[in-house]
T-cell receptor, first 115, second 112 residues
Framework: NAGVMQNPRHLVRRRGQEARLRCSPMKGHSHVYWYRQLPEEGLKFMVYLQKENIIDESGMPKERFSAEFPKEGPSILRIQQVVRGDSAAYFC?????????????FGQGTRLTVV | SQKIEQNSEALNIQEGKTATLTCNYTNYSPAYLQWYRQDPGRGPVFLLLIRENEKEKRKERLKVTFDTTLKQSLFHITASQPADSATYLCALLQNTGNQFYFGTGTSLTVIP
């Protein structure tokens, strides 16, 4: 059973370009979470999704950021018109349908660098 | 405001000693609290989970306590080894929540 797969591992974008980060959850997991981590900081929650449904996006910036988890395929975190402040490690986690009494399984992250 | 605070400074201990890490939270009502390990350049890895009605949990050399009155969890690594060197994160899930809230982490270095 493969773990949570994120790609790419490293992404470099120029200011103003779009960044697309992909996350394939573990098999059988229908819940996906996205977190952002800045150097020397903790994981900041961004969004929680189930298949075809955004459950909680309270941590998402109001502009330029969007996320989806389609019926088929990976979850996508999309950042439009990137700025230097978007440079960070973005982690995806997944969990089984019953979210309580369980842990989140994390991917290895995508390190976004905006130049 | 809601806060999850961990040891603000890095922790250095001698091999073989017990490492104790703290996690204090404010304005949360956690259903349970978890501890994760994160190595540089890697994603967090789950270690232990403790529920709100549990006082203590053990797993091999790891022990977690949870005091909902003090709003604090302690994480112990006994007989520490250099391989235990990493950043340790606490996370909690609220009774009414959908997401895991993470602390800033504590960097642990075990000196041979």
């Amino acid at each position: 059973n493969a773990g949570v797969m994120q790609n790419p591992r490293h992404l470099v974008r120029r200011r103003g370009q779009e960044a697309r980060l992909r996350c394939s959850p573990m098999k059988g997991h229908s819940h996906v979470y996205w977190y952002r981590q800045l150097p020397e900081e903790g994981l900041k929650f961004m969004v929680y999704l189930q298949k075809e449904n955004i459950i909680d996006e309270s941590g998402m910036p109001k502009e330029r950021f969007s996320a989806e988890f389609p019926k088929e395929g990976p979850s996508i975190l999309r950042i439009q018109q990137v700025v230097r402040g978007d440079s960070a490690a973005y982690f995806c986690a997944s969990s089984p349908p019953r979210v309580l009494n369980t842990e989140a399984f994390f991917g290895q992250g995508t390190r976004l660098t905006v130049v | 405001s809601q806060k999850i605070e961990q040891n603000s400074e890095a922790l250095n201990i001698q091999e073989g000693k017990t490492a104790t890490l703290t996690c204090n939270y404010t304005n949360y009502s956690p259903a349970y609290l978890q501890w994760y390990r994160q190595d540089p350049g890697r994603g967090p890895v789950f270690l232990l989970l403790i529920r709100e009605n549990e006082k203590e949990k053990r797993k091999e050399r790891l022990k977690v306590t949870f005091d909902t009155t003090l709003k604090q969890s302690l994480f112990h690594i006994t007989a520490s080894q250099p391989a235990d060197s990493a950043t340790y994160l606490c996370a909690l899930l609220q009774n009414t929540g959908n997401q895991f809230y993470f602390g800033t982490g504590t960097s642990l270095t075990v000196i041979p």
